[in-house]
């Protein structure tokens, strides 16, 4: 069984940098088949893929946000860490960390975090 438990300020001003940990449990974040991601969402925007870090540590961004978002990781804590840079009103939303699998014709996600709101206001 595999948990993850985001953690990170719940407000942050506009134009700050949102810092959001997720930890996990069960299973470390460098087996081989684990795509460790981001994901948010808010009511008027649905769903929506930030990026994730790989079991290599090799990252990879949403090309509508990679120039803002940096994703790491600590091995020794079990942790990887979201980085959103210049936020706004519009990156309100409830933040997301997911595990994503490779399947036989793509991915897919099979443990996600409770979520954690994130409301960006002066």
């Known amino acids: 069984q595999v948990q993850l438990q985001e953690s990170g300020p719940g407000l942050v001003k506009p134009s700050q940098t949102l810092s959001l940990t997720c930890t996990v449990a069960g299973e470390s974040i460098t087996t081989h088949f684990g795509y460790w991601s981001w994901i948010r969402q808010s009511p008027g925007k649905g769903l929506e893929w930030i990026g994730y870090?790989?079991?290599?540590?090799?990252?990879f961004y949403s090309p509508a946000l990679k120039a803002r978002t940096s994703i790491s990781r600590d091995t020794s804590k079990n942790q990887f860490t979201l980085q959103l840079k210049s936020v706004t009103p519009e990156d309100t939303a409830r933040y997301y960390c997911?595990?994503?699998?490779?399947?036989?014709?793509?991915?897919?996600?099979?443990?996600w975090g409770q979520g954690i709101q994130v409301t960006v206001s002066s």
């Open positions: 870090i790989d079991y290599s540590g090799g990252a």
């Open positions: 997911a595990r994503a699998v490779s399947i036989e014709l793509g991915y897919a996600y099979d443990y």
